[in-house]
Nanobody
Framework: QVHLVESGGGLVQAGGSLRLSCAAS????????MGWYRQVPGKQRELVAG???????NYVDSVKGRFTISRDNAKNTMYLQMNSLKPEDTAVYYC??????????WGQGTQVTVSS
């Protein structure tokens, strides 16, 4: 079992920055994929950014060039640096992790609100 705890959400003005953190309860060396999803009411949860155990990253087009995902294996933590935030980035952001042969793990979510 892996417990994921997000932090770093909040209220920021458009153009501002936030850094989200996702702390895992165990070593993330065994986690082959970690990612950040976001969800707004009435819409499906979407994958914003992902990172493999080897450091390969991918981003949804709407955040490319503004968001950066990273992971610190020594701290068992994943990050999402969000710059040049826009009102449309407003959502609940969820941490996600997968290991081979187990169901995926989710954090409880952290609210990000970007005011115009």
């Amino acid at each position: 079992q892996v417990h994921l705890v997000e932090s770093g959400g909040g209220l920021v003005q458009a153009g501002g920055s936030l850094r989200l953190s996702c702390a895992a309860s165990t070593t993330i060396l065994s986690i082959n994929f970690m990612g950040w999803y976001r969800q707004v009411p009435g819409k499906q949860r979407e994958l914003v950014a992902g990172i493999t155990s080897g450091g390969l990253t991918n981003y949804v087009d709407s955040v490319k060039g503004r968001f950066t995902i990273s992971r610190d294996n020594a701290k068992n933590t994943m990050y999402l640096q969000m710059n040049s935030l826009k009102p449309e980035d407003t959502a609940v952001y969820y941490c996600y992790a997968t290991r081979p042969y187990t169901p995926p793990y989710w954090g409880q979510g952290t609210q990000v609100t970007v005011s115009s």
